[in-house]
């Protein structure tokens, strides 16, 4: 008999386990990158309508984080907020609210930067991601996506975002794209071949925000 309830108590507990390992393979997590560099800065109303949607859209148990791009962004010190939401949903609420202090706090005391590191974001967003244990993973990249790094920022070598959804969003266009196309075009490509050699399984340019807005997230299965 008590080798009988050892064995249920033995196997209840495994199940328990299962259970907890499996939780969140149906979550999402997303790390949003806002770049804060020269004129861009001036996009931030943007960003904020971003966020507003994804704290509006995104459920209990699913994680989100905000961070800036920056000289240099490869750390935690630009993460703005950060969340992953209780699964009870009036404390999820809560933490929206807060979540939504603090980014409201940080538009209204922006400072642009010189420099503008794109790559550095992105591997810390995938370390932020990965910690989260989501299972769909995406990064957004809210900026015009070039890339200017500083005197002894140091990111030419390889990345890694396996399983990772980068999403470059409201990606402007700069005078010299418009004086040769060509020039925006080739950005566009040298960052898909850059992240999905990383590892990346998608990757999606959305400007049009009024009506591709909902391609951001992953549809739920």
Not at 106 to 115: L, M, N, R
Request: aromatic share 6%; charged share 25%; net charge neutral.
């Amino acid at each position: 008999m008590k080798n009988g309830l050892l064995i249920l108590m033995l196997l209840s507990s495994s199940l328990f386990a299962s259970g907890c390992g499996d939780s969140r393979i149906h979550s999402q997590g997303v790390y949003m990158l806002v770049d804060t560099s020269g004129t861009y800065s001036q996009e931030l109303v943007k960003a904020t309508k971003i966020i507003n949607y994804l704290l509006a859209t995104l459920n209990p148990g699913d994680s989100l984080a905000v961070a800036k791009v920056e000289t240099r962004s490869f750390t935690e010190k630009d993460i703005i907020a950060k969340v992953t939401f209780d699964n009870r949903p009036s404390q999820a609420t809560q933490q929206k609210r807060a979540f939504k202090a603090k980014i409201d706090e940080f538009s209204g005391q922006i400072k642009g930067s010189a420099y503008t590191d794109i790559t550095g974001g992105l591997i810390q967003g995938a370390e932020y991601l990965n910690e989260t244990k989501a299972g769909t993973k995406t990064i957004v990249v809210f900026s015009d996506m070039q890339e200017e790094l500083g005197t002894g920022t140091v990111r030419d070598f390889p990345i890694k975002l396996d399983g990772m959804r980068i999403v470059a969003l409201n990606v402007t266009k700069l005078n010299a794209d418009n004086a040769d196309p060509r020039i925006y075009l080739d950005r566009l490509a040298r960052w898909e071949e850059k992240v999905r050699k990383a590892g990346a399984t998608e990757w999606i340019v959305v400007n049009d925000l009024d009506n591709n807005i909902e391609s951001i997230l992953k549809t739920r299965k």
